[in-house]
């Protein structure tokens, strides 16, 4: 058995044990987990009914970790720390210390990283891997549910693939967490779910816990292209605004009709609750602050009109996807608590991306908004750190003063907190998440590769050892394992 059969067959045992055939967590019954509602509320009154908003938990368990020092690095704790000649202490899983002076426990592996680079795992905000997983075939095109345009219903997760091979390509590139979203060709495209990049049977075993969900919306020509091309709304930009504004009035008045009907079933009153619409749940949480908005948008003024929009309906946007020109509205970003998630140098693919410069991610941090790098790829998932490069880079040649280790929040802390995880992850900080990689070189060099891979403490992935580095049957030209 090689060793990423052998995590494997450890995933599959600790999935078993998580379950260990009780109730999932989250719910409070088995007939509450499955209809994906509970009847009991916090003061035990089996009468009122609840809305289940877990009703697919987690199952995700750290693989086996022991202690681990690493020492003689050159550190970027992901929140604009540098650190020569530092220490990591891995304990439990958990980043135990970071400094200059550690000593290591009796029981510790100690890895010698001279002339070498620790940071946090990479973490990219916007991935379809597992929805648009490869080989790329009509079969597995999984992540646009064209349909109408609100499909606010649909969860990403169930279409993700956990044997898509990308996932392993994405980890020997340093990604140890990434959020898998549907497509952009509905006004509301469905929920995004945030992942651990392990191996596992099923995408529950890969669920960060407790994460935060997400909605994916859209604007511009994608969701007005599908439809106008069908003859039906929305056709026009004035027809998405039209659309989202709609359903926002339909989400408040579900929201206020459940609301309503809690606090009568809470005074002891007589209640009948509203009939259950999954399309709206969505759309209350959002509004009752559970669900994390993930909009893709290109143009400023497209931006600009959602923040108005945000204000209206009285909703957060957590994050801008693309925002190709998103250094135009970098001050409206920073007042209204709003990230970027960009490319480095991508856009003129189409009218609304016409208006790209390279210095955009570089602009906006310095703007003082939240921003980071995102891939939207399968390819350039697998060299975040080399774009963050370009755009660090692009942003030096503009005058701006952006250290590399300022600039690694773009790969970490930034998107770990557009996710709301960044008290798991995202920084080298004691307390949080083993999410570690070493390189074999300052990491915005052309020539670093991701030497080793931690997440929750395990090694994941180890460039000198084929036995910590996956397999795949679904690889184009991949023998597979061999004699073994």
């Known amino acids: 058995m090689t060793r990423w ?90 980043i135990s210390a970071i400094g200059t002076d550690i000593e290591a426990p009796e029981d510790a592996t100690v890895i010698d990283a001279s002339g070498r680079f620790v940071t946090p795992g990479v973490i990219d905000i916007h991935s379809h891997l597992g929805v648009y997983p490869s080989p790329s075939v009509s079969a597995h095109s999984d992540g646009n549910e064209l349909t109408q345009p609100n499909t606010a219903e649909v969860w990403a997760e169930h279409s993700v693939w956990p044997q898509d091979p990308g996932f392993a390509r994405a980890l020997a590139g340093g990604v140890t967490t990434l959020h898998v979203l549907p497509g952009s060709g509905n006004l509301f495209g469905g929920r995004g779910v945030t992942l651990r990049n392990v191996p596992s049977r099923t995408v529950q075993g890969m669920k960060f816990p407790d994460a935060p969900y997400t909605l994916k919306m859209a604007c511009g020509e994608n969701p007005s292209r599908v439809y106008g091309n069908r003859g039906s709304s929305p056709a026009t930009d004035m027809g998405n605004m039209a659309g989202y504004r709609a359903s926002w009035i339909r989400a408040r008045d579900y929201r206020d009709s459940w609301h309503e009907y809690w606090e009568d079933a809470e005074a002891g009153e007589e209640a009948t609750p509203p009939t259950r619409d999954l399309e709206l749940d969505t759309l209350m949480g959002v509004l009752d602050g559970e669900i994390l908005v993930q909009m893709h948008c290109y143009r400023d003024d497209q931006m600009a009109q959602v923040i108005d929009m945000m204000h209206e309906f009285d909703y957060q946007v957590t994050t801008f996807h693309h925002a190709v020109e998103g250094y135009q509205v970098a001050d409206l970003l920073r007042d209204n ?148």
Request: contains cysteine; glycine residues 12%.
């Open 5 to 94: 059969a052998a995590i494997l067959a450890a995933t599959v045992a600790l999935a078993s044990c998580d379950r260990g055939g009780e109730t999932p967590s989250g719910s409070d019954d088995g007939d509450a987990a499955a209809t994906g509602s509970t009847n009991t509320d916090e003061s035990g009154d089996s009468d009122i009914v609840r809305i289940n908003l877990d009703p697919y938990p987690s199952t995700y368990a750290p693989l086996p970790s022991g202690t681990t020092l690493i020492t003689n690095a050159t550190i970027f704790d992901g929140v604009g720390g540098r650190i020569e000649n530092g220490s990591v202490l891995i304990v439990d899983g958990r």
């Open 337 to 484: 608590d709003i990230c970027a998630a960009v490319w480095a140098d991508w856009g003129g693919f189409k009218m609304e991306a016409y208006d790209p410069i390279r210095e955009n991610l570089a602009l906006i941090h310095a703007a003082g908004a939240c921003a980071m790098i995102h891939s939207d790829d399968g390819l350039g998932i697998q060299r975040l750190n080399q774009e963050v490069a370009k755009a660090l880079s692009d942003g030096r040649r503009l005058g701006l003063d952006i250290s590399e280790e300022e600039a690694f929040a773009w790969l970490t802390s930034n998107p770990a907190r557009a996710l709301g995880i960044f008290d798991e992850t995202g920084s080298l900080e004691a307390g949080k998440r083993g999410d570690v990689v070493i390189w074999s070189a300052n990491p915005y060099s052309t020539y670093a590769v991701a030497d080793q891979v931690f997440i929750d403490g395990a090694l994941m992935y180890d460039r000198s050892d084929p036995d910590r580095q996956p397999v795949s049957d679904f690889e184009l030209g991949q023998p597979g394992e061999g004699d073994d």
